[in-house]
């Protein structure tokens, strides 16, 4: 099993739609969350972090934890072209910083 | 703030061979991260530096290491190279002094191509 599942996508959306991109994880005791975006062939770059259980809003984002159920999301509102790119889901389990990443979801928003 | 930098950004190599990759971190960061990332697996945990003491380290063979220097500056060696090793190389930092769960900034990366 691996550490952190994303669903590979593509998941494409309209223009102006919200886009809801989902991650597991399968240690129960991870402790910190991250979302980082990719653009191809580009390195990633950090969107949010969530540490707690509930919802972080930051602009158009906000990333969902459920630790109980070891999920964590991210909502884009207000999709964008620009916003087409892949998704990565990172978990650290405490352990300094050593970091675990998802396979990612490519994200395609249509106009 | 300068961000992270690596060097150099393209390499190719033919098997056997060994490579060195540089990264320094943002100024003031003390923790240096390497990764390395290829289609098949995703974005996989080389290994983690801080104070030129390696602190983490992921599941790759003893070809795959690195070093940290007093002023922070990284870099990783791959020896004998295999067809297997071409990916992308990240390099991150962040500040260090927490205990777990910093926010890492990439590097642009390092891509080799081994022949």
Redesign the interface.
Known sequence: QKEVEQNSGPLSVPEGAIASLNCTYSDRGS??F?W?RQYSG?????IM?I?SNGDKEDGRFTAQLNKASQYVSLLIRDSQPSDSATY?C?V?????????????TKLNVKP | KAGVTQTPRYLIKTRGQQVTLSCSPISGHR?V?W?QQTPGQ????LF?Y?SETQ??K?NFPGRFSGRQFSNSRSEMNVSTLELGDSALY?C?S?P?WG???????????TRLLVL
């Open positions: 402790q910190s991250f980082y580009k390195s990633p770059e950090l972090s540490y990565l990172a650290n389990k405490d352990n300094f910083n050593k970091f675990y990443f998802g396979s990612g | 923790s991260s990764y995703g974005l996989q945990f983690e801080f602190r983490n992921g990240l991150a962040s260090g205990a777990s769960g910093e926010t890492q900034y990439f590097g642009p990366g």
